[in-house]
């Protein structure tokens, strides 16, 4: 992502297939109605309207709604980078530290007079964003303070609510989490449902079909996002690493079917990826 913020107020659009992904911008989101359940890395969140997600972005994260049911929500995308400056200057440098040491968590607000307000202050932003022109540096900043009244809002929402996810979850639920941890941790195995299946010492049918139902994707889309999103943190954290330990490292079977795969997903080759990320880690600093 090339800006450093992007406001969606009250989105009711369903795509009809959303890939799990990750991105380096923090995100915030607000569900507003309908029927979603939402996965993050390896948990998974049954949403009741006034939910506030946060995530770092990095963890691999996706809706899974229902056909044919409402799915109402408010996006922010944002770059730390963008806002760390200002937040420096005022002292609110902990207004990010959610993020940073959480990754991603559900503040449960029951749609109370602090979401109802958050959700103004979303509309205001976006709003504004629509209408902003490159260059304009009043906007810029009041962009700013108004996204800085929103982490105040959602820090303060945080301290008020619980930032954890529901403690009874579906035995469904806690299976599918079982089966999405114990592929973040051997990831860069050979990964085969029927290995899954019998390391958790579950049937090979039950492991697709409750995976598939509570998460809305196969076993086997999960590996390979878990797998690519290890491919673009070797590429950037480890600049000297070669493509084909990068691509072993990550579990993919070989460097052609890295190349292909990330070209693929990504829209650039891995080389390209890496030279990109560089780049804007030199402007940044």
């Known amino acids: 992502m090339d800006e450093p913020l992007i406001v969606n107020y009250r989105v009711h659009e369903i795509w009809d297939h959303v890939d799990y992904h990750s ?3 923090y995100e915030i989101y607000l569900f507003h109605s309908g029927s979603c359940r939402y996965l993050i890395h390896n948990q998974i969140y049954d949403l009741e309207p006034g939910d506030i997600l946060l995530m770092d972005g990095l963890a691999l994260h996706k809706p899974n ?6 799915y109402v929500r408010s996006i922010i995308h944002f770059s730390p980078q ?8 005022i002292g609110g440098s902990y207004l990010l530290e959610v993020f940073e040491r959480l990754h991603h968590c559900l503040i449960r607000t029951k749609e109370n007079e602090e979401s109802k307000q ?15 022109r490159p260059g304009d ?17 959602v820090h303060r929402l945080g301290d008020l609510e619980s930032i954890k ?3 009874e979850k579906l035995e469904k639920a806690e299976h599918a989490e079982n089966i999405a941890d114990y592929i973040q941790m051997n ?3 050979k990964l085969t449902i ?6 958790l010492n579950i049937s090979r049918s039950y492991v697709s079909h409750v995976f598939k139902e509570m998460t809305g994707f196969t076993i086997m889309e999960y590996v390979m996002g878990t797998r690519l999103t290890q491919a673009k943190y070797l590429l950037e954290a480890e600049p000297k690493k070669s493509l084909k330990d990068v691509a072993s490292e990550s579990g993919f079977e070989s460097a052609s079917h890295f190349s292909r795969y990330f070209k693929n997903k990504v829209g650039v080759t891995a080389k390209e990826y890496r030279s990109m990320r560089l780049k804007i880690y030199s402007e940044e600093n």
């Open 65 to 70: 709604i229902p056909l044919n049911s409402e």
């Open 187 to 189: 990831y860069m195995k």
């Open 118 to 132: 958050l959700e103004k202050v979303i509309c205001r932003l976006e709003k504004m964003k629509r209408a902003f």
């Open 82 to 89: 963008w806002i760390e400056g200002l937040l420096g200057e």
């Open 165 to 167: 996810a529901p403690s």
């Open 194 to 199: 029927d290995s899954i299946a019998e390391a």
């Open 137 to 153: 540096v009043n906007a810029e900043l009041e962009m700013k303070a108004l996204l800085l009244q929103i982490l105040t809002i």
């Open 23 to 25: 991105h380096r911008e």
